[in-house]
Every structure is written in C-alpha cells, then in structure tokens.
T-cell receptor
Framework: EAGVAQSPRYKIIEKRQSVAFWCNPI?????LYWYQQILGQGPKLLIQ????????DSQLPKDRFSAERLKGVDSTLKIQPAKLEDSAVYLC????????????FGPGTRLTVL | AQSVTQLGSHVSVSEGALVLLRCNYS??????LFWYVQYPNQGLQLLLK??????LVKGINGFEAEFKKSETSFHLTKPSAHMSDAAEYFC?????????????FGQGTELSVKP
C-alpha cells in the first residue's frame, strides 16, 4: 500500500511570508496528525484530526497556524505569517483508529525561514 | 501527564558492539511505549512497541527493548551494531485516552557506528 505522502519536501521562505504544506494519509486511515520537529528535538504534536474533526489542537499556535481536513482525507497545514522560529520539519502521520495502533509517518517537509 | 527522557543525545559504538539507548518515561496511566528510528531526510519508522503482556519486546532489524515498570524504563538494545544502524532514535509514550492517543516523544538519540 502507498505510504503517507507529503509535499513539498523542502521550502525556503522569508519571515512574514505564508506557506502551506499538504499531506495525503494512507487510504482508509481515519486519524491524521501534524507534528513539528525542531532540529535537535523530538516531534511535537500540532494538531490531530479524526476524520474531518479536530481531536487535539492544544499546541497549535492559532494566531499563525491553521489546518484543515475538509473531506476527511487529505490535509493542509498553513503558516501565516511565518517567523524564524518556525524553521523545522513538519511531519504528517496517519493511523486507522484513534492512534492506539501504529502511526505511519510521511517523509516530512523541511521549512527554512530566513 | 506523560513525558519521556532519553539519556544521551549522542551515542557512538563500534561496528559489532552492543547498542544501548536509554529511555525513561513518566505516565499517569499504564504506558504504551514506542521506539522509532529516523534516517536522514526521512520520516519516522516504528522499530517496536510495548502495549501489554510480555515485557521483552522484539522489533525489526534485530532491536529489542525491555519494559521495566519498577525503573520506569524502556531501553533499546541490539547485540551487534551494523553500519546501517546509524540514525536518530526516538522513544515515545502514548498519551492518555482523553488525549486522543497522541505520541509524546523524547528529544532523540543520535547513534553513530564506527567501522
């Protein structure tokens, strides 16, 4: 089966610009996660969707970050405006239930904010 | 609340030597524990997981980990390191049920393997 797809793989922007990342989970997986991985740290959950509903967005900086999963399949994460500290790898993961089984990760999008 | 501490941000071993990566956790509920590996410019791949039952868990690529409740530890081992094992390793604990099952990761341990 196809894995979790993410695009773009790399993105370089200037601070205060906006950027969007796309994720397509494994077919049939109801749960989708966005993680932020800053260099030298472990991934940190930004937002979790169950189908098209938000389960947890407690660590999403809502003044600049937004995410949607309108049809319960693919998802978009947006940052507007970007700050230097947003430089990180953004990982998307999916699982076929509420996450008590394995989460499958995509390759990530590496964002550099100059 | 759940948390994970990985002891040592960088571990270096010789090829053929024992690999030991340390992980201690804190959890207010019976923990589900995971080890993931991340190769450069790739996503995370599950090595092994502990949910319930046998405390010695075997994973892929010859890795195993032992859940020790009394020590709140879940250390990762491999008897003989291979060059291809060089990567970043993350220990994680699953959040409580009312947290939706999110993974809480340690800061990672970079494993280097010397020829």
């Amino acid at each position: 089966e196809a894995g979790v797809a993410q695009s773009p793989r790399y993105k370089i922007i200037e601070k205060r610009q906006s950027v969007a990342f796309w994720c397509n989970p494994i077919s049939g997986h109801a749960t989708l996660y966005w993680y932020q991985q800053i260099l030298g740290q472990g991934p940190k959950l930004l937002i979790q969707f169950q189908n098209n509903g938000v389960v947890d967005d407690s660590q999403l900086p809502k003044d600049r970050f937004s995410a949607e999963r309108l049809k319960g399949v693919d998802s978009t994460l947006k940052i507007q405006p970007a700050k230097l500290e947003d430089s990180a790898v953004y990982l998307c993961a999916s699982s076929h239930d509420k996450g008590y089984n394995e989460q499958f990760f995509g390759p990530g999008t590496r964002l550099t904010v100059l | 609340a759940q948390s994970v501490t990985q002891l040592g941000s960088h571990v270096s071993v010789s090829e053929g030597a024992l690999v030991l990566l340390r992980c201690n956790y804190s959890s207010s509920v019976p923990p589900y524990l995971f080890w993931y590996v991340q190769y450069p410019n790739q996503g995370l791949q599950l090595l092994l997981k502990y949910t319930t039952g046998a405390t010695l868990v075997k994973g892929i690529n010859g890795f195993e980990a032992e859940f020790k409740k009394s020590e709140t530890s879940f250390h990762l081992t491999k008897p003989s390191a291979h060059m291809s094992d060089a990567a970043e390793y993350f220990c994680a604990v699953r959040g409580a049920r009312n947290q939706g099952g999110k993974l809480i990761f340690g800061q990672g341990t970079e494993l280097s393997v010397k020829p």
